[in-house]
């Protein structure tokens, strides 16, 4: 448990600590180690309810696996970073609600959950992969999202439309930059959201009842400099 303290340079080994690591209100940077060992680790989490709460902490990861991870409650306050985790859940949805945050180089696989259920505004997600998701891959009702150079592969979804992605009415403002969306089942994106923009980004095999790649079901949509090569609307 590291509580309420700056941690710059703090070197955290997942074998330490078993099936939870608690982290309350600390700031810096803390790196993981020891990579090459899978970390069951269910509780990584700020004891605030309140989205003002200064949190200002860089989670480097190297690389890390983490089975059946889960935020509690998500990962509150602002400035938040996270980088180089791989994110492998069965029975859990890793759920992350901030200001001003960003994931970036990390990668995103649930087998019966939503792989990412981002809450919040201003977050980025840049570099990351989502794979294999069998109940959608991200779920956004965080305003102000950018996505980019992201790849979503072989996602499907058990009940619904989006596949790849989610926009709920709250996601206004998101941008959607430079990345690739393949081979997701029940359409790859729905968007419910105003302002949102899809710019540079390929849709390719993907599936629908109501558009392969993708569906606008409400709100605002631009889009620049897409492709869309073999999607197929059942």
Not at 164 to 175: D, K
Request: glycine share 12%; net charge negative.
């Amino acid at each position: 448990k590291l509580d309420g303290q700056t941690h710059n340079g703090t070197i955290v080994d997942p074998t330490d600590f078993g099936m939870a690591f608690q982290m309350v209100a600390p700031t810096g940077t803390i790196h993981f180690v020891n990579s090459s060992e899978t970390w069951n680790m269910s509780e990584l989490y700020s004891k605030t309810d309140t989205m003002n709460y200064k949190f200002g902490v860089t989670f480097e990861g190297n690389n890390t696996t983490l089975t059946d991870f889960k935020f509690i409650n998500g990962v509150y306050g602002y400035d938040v970073v996270i980088s180089g985790f791989h994110f492998n859940n069965t029975d859990s949805c890793v759920e992350w609600k901030a200001r001003n945050g960003t994931i970036i180089n990390s990668s995103f696989t649930s087998k019966d959950h939503v792989a990412f259920n981002l809450t919040g505004e201003n977050l980025t997600v840049c570099d990351s992969s989502f794979t294999g998701n069998g109940n959608g891959a991200l779920y956004v009702d965080a305003s102000g999202l950018e996505l980019r150079n992201c790849t979503f592969n072989n996602n499907n979804i058990s009940s619904g439309v989006g596949s790849h992605i989610v926009l709920t009415e709250n996601a206004n403002n998101t941008r959607i930059i430079d990345s690739r969306f393949i081979n997701g089942t029940n359409t790859g994106v729905l968007v419910n959201a105003t302002g949102v923009s899809i710019v540079g980004s390929n849709f390719t095999d993907n599936t629908g009842i109501n558009g392969g790649a993708l569906l606008l079901s409400n709100g605002t949509l631009s889009m620049s400099g897409n492709n869309f090569t073999y999607n197929k609307a059942d």
